[in-house]
Every structure is written in C-alpha cells, then in structure tokens.
C-alpha cells in the first residue's frame, strides 16, 4: 500500500516541482484558499495557539493573523516541493546567510556545532547555508512512516550532501562523528512538544509554561559543541536570509538550562515581531495544564 501511495503521488510533486515560479504561487494560493476556507485544516489548533500566546489580540486580529498562517504555510509547502528539482544556484539566490563571520568564528573553534532552530519561516531550505559555509550539515530528522517517502527526503538532501539522522539515532550517530573526526553542523528543530513521561524540564514558552525539549543542550555539554541559532527570516515570497546567532562557544561552564531558555527567548522574540510565519499547526501547548510526571524540573 505505502509503495501505491509513492507511485500515484511522486509524479505529481515532480510535475509540480518543474513549474515556473509564478505558477507554483498561483497553485499555493489556491491551495491555501482550499486548505483555510474550504477544508479548514486544522483552523480551530491553530486559532486556539494564537489565543494563547497571544491573549491581548482580539478575534478579529487572530483571525487576520491566522489568514496569513496559512498563506505562508501553503508557500512553505510548495516550496518543499519544488526541492525535488531546484537547483544549488537557485536555492542559494532564494535563501541567503548574511553575516557569515559568526559562524565561521565558531568553525574556527575545530569542532562540530549544534545548530538550534525553530518551526519558522523556511526551515526546510536552511540546508543551503552549507553552500557559503563550507561545513558539511547533518539534519536531525523525524522518521517519516511511509519508507519510500523517507527515502525520498534522503535523496532530495543526498543531491546537496546533507546527512540526515533519525532523532532515534542522533546521540550514537552525533558520538560515532567525534570518535571519526568528523566535523559537522547537527541542525536540530528543537521547539517540539516532548512525550509526557520524557519532560523533565518545563519552563516558560510564549509566558505558557510547558515542557521543552533539551536534547541539543545535552549533546553540546556532553560533547563540548559550540551552540548557535538560526535565525531565518521571510523576505519576500519565495526568499529568505538568516544569519547565525551563537548562544556559547564554551557549553560545559554554561549554568544548566542556560542553552535551551536562550533558545527558545531568541526564536520567541521572532515569533511575537510576525507570528505569521510560524507553524501554529501543530497543538505545542497541550501539556500545560497537565500533571507534572515525578522528577521533573520546574523553571
């Protein structure tokens, strides 16, 4: 079944993914007026995380707000798509690195590096900052159910080099790296909700309080890494610049928690400046009211 579902679709997203530009936007806005007004895909989570990250704007701006959610999340995901055929020339002329310098600071530390970023603007096309850095990136990675369309999203990055890590693997792959030598950016979106019995750490998220994911500051301590943010901004449709924000060069005398509250003020303050271009998709506050599980932190 999973192989009939890749075999009717892939030659679709092909197709779509050799349209001109202008063409793919005309689609997206279609989709989106499908997906928002039509369907509505996920309105009510969506309409609901706005009011609780933002409980001072009134409907009338979430529903605004909301709108232009679901316009960018259309655009993201034509973009996603038209990653089966973009070029490295094309990618880099869409998403550019400004202020290259403070990453190559830390490259010139001679280790690898833990790159935090959040569910904003276009994290799929951070891939192309190794293009100007000239350090090999390895994507930290949700397996994706259907096999065939997990192999497709190694061979889509395999054409640009990009290694990709199952989070099941990362600290066995990320320590197999150090005791070869390997240096590497380990790209990590760490702003998803964690399972209930694994958070052990909760602090404020858009002044919510809920558990957060600390696996990149572990693995920075643990194994000496550098720690930076990416931070990806919106330009226009279709372009992106980000630049390298770096949160310690010195993780192991940095206090506890230090790396991860840092992260999650950075992507935070970029959320509150155009909430727009976030992915509200997803329910990222439904353990607030829950029961703390025993031994968790509290901050």
């Not at 605004?64 to 034509?78: A, E, G, P, S, T």
Request: charged share 25%.
């Amino acid at each position: 079944m999973q192989l009939l579902v890749y075999r009717l679709v892939y030659p679709i997203l092909w197709v779509i993914s050799k349209l001109p530009w202008r063409l793919l936007y005309i689609l997206s806005t279609g989709i989106y007026v499908l997906m928002y007004h039509i369907v509505g895909y996920r309105r009510k989570v969506v309409s609901t995380n706005l009011a609780l990250a933002f409980p001072e704007k009134s409907d009338k701006e979430i529903k605004r707000v909301c709108k232009k959610i679901y316009k960018h999340m259309c655009d993201m995901f034509m973009e996603m798509i038209k990653s089966l055929s973009i070029s490295k020339e094309e990618m880099t002329k869409r998403f550019t690195i400004i202020d290259q310098h403070t990453f190559k600071e830390l490259q010139a530390k001679n280790k690898s590096i833990i790159v935090l970023m959040g569910h904003y603007a276009s994290y799929e096309w951070a891939i192309a900052a190794q293009f100007v850095m000239d350090f090999p990136i390895v994507g930290v990675y949700k397996k994706i159910k259907n096999k065939y369309f997990d192999q497709l999203a190694h061979r889509i990055r395999g054409k640009f080099n990009t290694r990709l890590i199952d989070n099941h693997n990362v600290i066995k792959e990320i320590t197999r790296d150090k005791v070869h030598g390997r240096l590497c950016a380990y790209g990590l979106l760490s702003d998803q909700s964690p399972k209930l019995k694994n958070a052990l750490y909760w602090t404020d998220f858009m002044n919510i309080k809920v558990p957060v994911i600390t696996g990149g500051e572990v693995l920075s301590k643990r194994l000496d890494m550098p720690v930076t943010y990416l931070k990806v901004e919106k330009v226009k449709r279709g372009y992106y610049q980000a630049k390298f924000i770096t949160i310690t060069d010195d993780p192991k005398n940095c206090d506890d928690h230090y790396i991860t509250k840092r992260y999650l003020q950075l992507l935070e303050q970029q959320i509150r400046e155009k909430p727009e271009y976030y992915l509200w998709t997803h329910r990222r506050w439904k353990h607030r009211n829950a029961k703390l599980p025993k031994g968790a932190q509290v901050d």
